[in-house]
């Protein structure tokens, strides 16, 4: 009945299933255990009327012009005029984020920060990002005061509330992340393209997930119908023998029942929040808390998706915790360390004993993705395959 079973039906699985059935013509079964399509991405009405991000915010950002001409075949967009942007509130001052030359002249008097800006713009060039852990580097004192002041009041416990680590426990690639913009740019990406599709996207993913060759599940658990025989390396679909393609996105751990252990991840709780009022944070779509606050940040849905019709305003607060498995609990961040890679790599190498077994997306491959990414990626793959 089906060529190809996608488990998971998030921006990994989606892309790949509608490539799949549009371009290779393939029989596809997308299986979601969750109720809905789009996986973290997943958007609704609140009872209020607001479009809400069920899973925090999530902001497409891409300079790839493939990624974005595909995906716009799906959706249209509301990009941001100025790009997204985000303030941390230090002390109950607002700077913006990441720390620029903007936030400099906020942060020092004007004689001091010109002198600032000028050893920056010699040492590193204009334009230029420089991860704070290389800052703190700079044999230059006063360059140094920079990195220090960004690293205790921008940094230092916004990383440990996010990872419940110190930064230097943390990968590079994650402190990379956050970076000193040698810029008066106030965006928070730099990319060319930045927005929400224009009506949600879940409204995006319905439309990826309607072609006549892909038939969806949701509320359904894969591993009721998909069985795994290490013996022969097969995969069994409803007791017979399956040959096409399967496409996982899940914890690669919980398809070999945590064999060698749990993967780590970071997980996070939502408490939304609808007020009476027009607005809350003047303005600002996402305010990060970097010194105080159990929380890590605010997000004010109307001003990250652009909604004028509704009455009052919904917030959400974040709050990081340590993903245990339990039920309802969801791992967003694998903690990338070379322990957990090497855990991780005695799973994958389970995986490759089937040959019809392709891993995809950030849970299977334990690796962190943007949606631009993680799309071009699932349209490498479903064009491998085909």
Request: charged share 25%.
């Amino acid at each position: 009945m089906y060529d190809s079973i996608v488990i998971g039906a998030g921006i990994a699985g989606s892309t790949a299933a509608r490539q799949l059935a549009e371009k290779g013509n393939r029989k596809v079964l997308v299986i979601e255990k969750r109720d809905h399509i789009g996986g973290n991405c997943y958007d609704r009405l609140d009872e209020y009327g607001i479009l809400v991000h069920e899973y925090g915010p999530h902001i497409f950002h891409t300079d790839m012009e493939d990624v974005f001409s595909y995906l716009s075949r799906f959706t249209e967009w509301n990009l941001y005029e100025n790009g997204h942007q985000v303030v941390a509130d230090v002390n109950g001052k607002l700077i913006p984020v990441p720390f620029n030359l903007n936030t400099l002249h906020m942060v020092y008097d004007k004689d001091l920060a010109d002198t600032l800006e000028k050893k920056l713009l010699d040492c590193y060039g204009k334009g230029s990002r420089v991860a704070i852990m290389e800052l703190r580097k700079n044999p230059d004192l006063q360059i140094q005061a920079i990195a220090q002041y960004v690293y205790e009041n921008v940094f230092l416990k916004y990383t440990m509330k996010q990872w419940g680590q110190t930064p230097e426990e943390i990968s590079p690639e994650v402190t990379g992340r956050v970076p000193v913009l040698v810029s008066y740019d106030n965006r928070y990406f730099q990319d060319k393209y930045q927005g929400v599709p224009l009506y949600g996207f879940t409204a995006m993913f319905e439309r990826m997930l309607d072609h006549e060759n892909i038939t969806v599940l949701t509320g359904t658990d894969a591993a009721g119908l998909l069985e795994f025989k290490d013996t022969n390396a097969e995969i069994w679909f409803k007791g017979r023998k399956f040959e096409g393609s399967v496409i996982y996105t899940g914890e690669l751990d919980q398809l070999y029942g945590l064999k060698y252990g749990r993967l780590p991840y970071r997980s996070l709780r939502f408490d939304f929040e609808h007020l009476d009022q027009e607005d809350f944070q003047n303005g600002h779509s996402v305010v990060n808390y970097t010194v105080s606050e159990d929380f890590t940040r605010i997000t004010e849905f109307q001003y990250l998706t652009g909604q004028k019709d509704a009455s009052g305003t919904t917030i959400v607060r974040e709050y990081p915790f340590a993903y245990s498995g339990a039920e309802g609990e969801i791992p967003y961040y694998a903690i990338m360390n070379p322990e957990n890679e090497t855990l991780y790599q005695k799973y994958k190498k389970l995986a490759e004993h089937y040959p019809n077994l392709h891993l995809l997306g950030r849970l299977a491959e334990y690796r962190y993705y943007n949606i631009d990414a993680m799309t071009k990626k699932a349209l490498e793959l479903a064009e491998t395959l085909l």
